[in-house]
């Protein structure tokens, strides 16, 4: 079956602090996709990068860096030099089949200035 | 341009009342998805679309609920005999195709009384 954790239920820091936010997924599928969405307090859900299987390069968008590794079935997140505006909850899902998403619980991230 | 739209942003109803879930997708996108939130938790999904027809609904928690997609673009949900435990964010996805990034619409607040 197909899983996607989140132990971090809510982390707070301090603006201009590095965080990073923890995703485990399950699957038996050799082929699959990982996602990061981020749901600010209005509710929608952002999308903020897609990562195939097979392709365990990590990334870096601006402040924002993602650390893939298949062996520890891991799919991390860090913002760097956070801010008062990524405050959110952040949402690690996996994609099988070419469809549905599977989501983690997700993770509370709170930056206070 | 515009992204996924989903009418009413909230819908209160009562007990055993049939409600009716609208999305309307981003143009040109193929591909529909249903997912439900609750409070504090990722969302679940619920059925997706493939043009016309519902490609999967595994996720259909019973048959009180039911979706269609007629001409291939606006999607309705519908919930027969409402129950309080059917309160939820219901959230529309679109996709260019099967396979590729979701994108979000706000959802729809339903609270059944």
């Known amino acids: 079956a197909q899983k996607v954790t989140q132990a971090q239920t809510e982390i707070s820091v301090v603006e201009k602090e590095d965080v990073t936010l923890d995703c485990v997924y399950e699957t038996r599928d050799t082929t699959y996709y990982l996602f990061w969405y981020k749901q600010p307090p209005s509710g929608e859900l952002v999308f903020l990068i897609r990562?195939?299987?097979?392709?365990?390069q990590n990334e870096i968008s601006g402040r924002y860096s993602w650390n893939f590794q298949k062996s520890t079935s891991s799919f991390n997140f860090t913002i760097t030099a956070s801010q008062v505006v990524d405050s959110a909850v952040y949402f690690c899902?996996?994609?099988?089949?070419?469809?549905?998403?599977?989501f983690g619980a997700g993770t509370i991230l709170r930056v206070k200035s | 341009g515009a992204g996924v739209s989903q009418t009413p942003s909230n819908k209160v109803t009562e007990k055993g009342k049939y409600v009716e879930l609208r999305c309307d997708p981003i143009?040109?996108?193929?591909?529909l998805y249903w997912y439900r939130q609750s409070l504090g938790q990722g969302p679940e999904f619920l059925i997706y679309f493939q043009g016309t027809g519902a490609a999967d609904d595994s996720g259909l928690p019973n048959d009180r609920f039911f979706a269609v997609r007629p001409e291939g673009s606006v999607s309705t949900l519908k919930i027969q005999r409402t129950e309080r435990g059917d309160s939820a964010v219901y959230l529309c996805?679109?996709?260019?195709?099967?396979?590729?990034?979701?994108?979000f619409g706000p959802g729809t607040r339903l609270l059944v009384l």
């Open positions: 990562r195939n299987s097979f392709d365990e």
């Open positions: 899902a996996l994609s099988y089949n070419g469809n549905k998403l599977v």
């Open positions: 996805a679109s996709s260019l195709v099967v396979d590729e990034t979701q994108y």
């Open positions: 143009s040109g996108h193929t591909a």
